[in-house]
C-alpha cells in the first residue's frame, strides 16, 4: 500500500479524473486537458501514475500525488502516434 501525504488538518485531497483535469487547468499546471485524456494517461503509465481508488463508479486520485506527475511530465503536443508512431527514444511523452 503506498501512503498518502497527509496536508494540515486532513487527509488526501481526493478529486475526480473530472476534477482533476479542471484543478490542473485552473491551477496552470496544463494548458488544458479533459478527464478523458487523465484516463488515458493513467493507462498509458500504469507503475507511474498516483495511486487510483474507486468511489462509488467513479476513479480518484490524490491533488497532491496528482499535481505534481503532472507537473513534470514531458509531453509533446501534436505528435501523431498514428502516423509517425512512437516518439524517439529520449523524447517520450504525449
Do not use: C, N
Not at 33 to 58: N, Y
Request: hydrophobic share 35%; no cysteine.
Amino acid at each position: 500500500m503506498v501512503a498518502m501525504p497527509e496536508a494540515e488538518g486532513g487527509g488526501p485531497d481526493m478529486v475526480s479524473f473530472r476534477e482533476l483535469a479542471r484543478r490542473l487547468v485552473a491551477d496552470g499546471i496544463v494548458e488544458r486537458i479533459t478527464h478523458q485524456r487523465v484516463s488515458q494517461i493513467r493507462q498509458e503509465d500504469p507503475e507511474g501514475f498516483p495511486p487510483v481508488m474507486s468511489i462509488g463508479r467513479s476513479l480518484a486520485v490524490d491533488y497532491r500525488l496528482a499535481a505534481p506527475y503532472f507537473r513534470s511530465r514531458v509531453t509533446r503536443p501534436g505528435w501523431r502516434t498514428d502516423l509517425k508512431g512512437k516518439p524517439p527514444a529520449g523524447e517520450s511523452g504525449e
